[in-house]
Nanobody, 120 residues
């Protein structure tokens, strides 16, 4: 069972930047897609950005042009560089990893979440 360990959250003023990191506990574990989700109080968890093992990326419209997702396949680590942060970006950010087993079946792993708070 692989675990995802996140780091890099915190408190920042509007317009500032933060970089989140998420590392899988087993660097040799084969992971396909990785991504970041967030959940604000009273709201559903939503996709922020995702990246495939081939580094194709997908972003939520609200973060396009401000956030950048990247990964280091050798380290099974995914990063989220967040620039021009806004108060509405305040949420708990969760790392996500998927391993495809074939036949439409996949395993999904979640990190414990890291708080990002943007003050106005």
């Amino acid at each position: 069972q692989v675990q995802l360990v996140e780091s890099g959250g915190g408190l920042v003023q509007a317009g500032g930047s933060l970089r989140l990191s998420c590392a899988a506990s087993d660097s040799s574990f084969s992971i396909n897609d990785m991504g970041w989700y967030r959940q604000a109080p009273g709201k559903q968890r939503e996709l922020v950005a995702a990246i495939t093992s081939g580094s194709s990326t997908n972003y939520a419209d609200l973060v396009k042009g401000r956030f950048t997702i990247s990964r280091d396949n050798g380290k099974n680590t995914v990063y989220l560089q967040m620039n021009s942060l806004k108060p509405e970006d305040t949420a708990v950010y969760y790392c996500n990893a998927k391993k495809y087993l074939g036949g439409g079946i996949h395993l999904t792993y979640w990190g414990q979440g890291t708080q990002v708070t943007v003050s106005s």
